[in-house]
């Protein structure tokens, strides 16, 4: 991104930057819109706010309206052929507006990709505290900006889910008992939907399946860089579609999902399970380890996406000098791209970093940015 422009987004009410191709740093107190300014680049890249799902809470309070443009050169872009303006317009009660150059998207889904992203946030910590919906979406949100059909199989497979799930929820009983391939119109609906949801599982699982494999090594080597090895790291995906056949298993357990409410099989119920020395992370990893692992995770789907925009937010509290010279080192160095952080202390991060010509900071107070 060479430049960013703002309108009354969140407490950014005007602001007109350019930025180094390298390294930029906003600097400021919390609370003062640093976040906000790294929020308006994600939304360029996914469509939506990463602090916000609700649109309209996004235009700054008071106003009606709110836009977000920014300037790509081709070296961020992906399949570049020149340089792209990308255009987000918000008003309240209206629909998102959102334009590539100067055509609207049909469909938000077609812009994913375009401009690679990765964000470090301290909210990442869900990665480990919350279930695996946020695990699956890890994986979902790096395969989804190298490969477009994957979005749109997952975005059918969703929708199916969904359309089986409210009939599942509208049965009041479970069906009778009935002997197997015998019809009735709920279990033809069912196997409707199931029907369909199979193939499109298992070609979510294969792309699943073969990224972990590519990413395990990569996290693993910068896991080791950040820590100097002194621990050993893996993942483990973990699927129902390792040891069953899903049609089969939809046909045997309609009854006990008629019971459930819900869709008991498939990719829907995924894991990505993180472990430390061979132990679960978030019952033996340390605050330092934990973050650390997280840190390494982000980065290593940041090199696995080529060199897109990395956004790192407060990264550096809870870890020990040491580990921060690492992680500094390493962002600084050829294998990553354009990169933005945030830190509270100007003096702290000129420390760390030792500007140079390819690094521009920014000063944020109340809104503003100089």
Wanted: hydrophobic letters at 35%.
């Amino acid at each position: 991104m060479s430049e960013l422009n703002i309108l009354n987004y969140r407490n950014i009410r005007d602001a007109s930057l350019s930025f180094s191709d390298k390294l930029n740093c906003f600097v400021g107190l919390n609370g003062q819109g640093k976040t906000n300014l790294l929020d308006a680049i994600y939304l360029l890249s996914f469509t939506k706010s990463a602090l916000s799902p609700t649109d309209s809470q996004n235009i700054t309070h008071g106003e009606e309206l709110a836009m977000v443009r920014g300037t790509y050169l081709p070296s961020t872009i992906h399949n570049p052929q020149s340089t792209e303006i990308i255009t987000c317009g918000l008003k309240k009660g209206v629909k998102k507006q959102f334009r590539r150059g100067d055509k609207d998207y049909k469909r938000l889904l077609d812009h994913i990709g375009l401009i690679p992203l990765v964000m470090v946030c301290p909210e990442d910590g869900e990665l480990i505290a919350e279930g695996s919906d946020e695990r699956r979406r890890f994986l979902d949100v790096v395969i989804a900006q190298y490969n477009k059909p994957y979005l749109e199989t997952l975005t059918r497979y969703n929708a199916l889910l969904k359309q089986r799930n409210a009939l599942l929820k509208s049965l009041e009983e479970p069906p009778t008992p009935l002997p197997p391939y015998t019809s009735t119109p709920n279990v033809d609906l069912l196997a409707t939907f199931e029907v369909q949801m199979v193939p499109l599982a298992e070609q979510i699982y294969q792309e699943r399946t073969a990224f972990v494999e590519r990413f395990i090594p990569l996290f693993q080597e910068i896991y080791n860089e950040l820590s100097d090895g002194q621990e050993t790291v893996s993942l483990r995906y973990i699927s129902q579609l390792q040891d069953r056949n899903l049609a089969e298993a939809y046909e045997r357990t309609r009854q006990r999902d008629v019971i459930l409410g819900w869709t008991s099989q498939g990719i829907h119920k995924d894991e990505l399970e993180m472990l430390l020395d061979g132990y679960p992370l978030k019952r033996v990893g340390s605050q330092g380890q934990q973050k650390t692992y997280l840190l390494a995770m982000k980065l290593a789907q940041a090199v696995s996406l080529g060199k897109p925009i990395l956004l790192l937010d407060d990264i550096f509290d809870k870890l020990d000098a040491e580990r921060v010279a690492r992680i500094i080192r390493l962002v600084k160095s050829n294998r990553f791209g354009q990169i933005f952080i945030t830190d509270t202390d100007r003096q702290h991060l000129t420390d760390l970093l030792q500007p140079d010509e390819q690094t521009r900071v920014f000063l944020v107070e109340g809104g503003n940015v100089k």
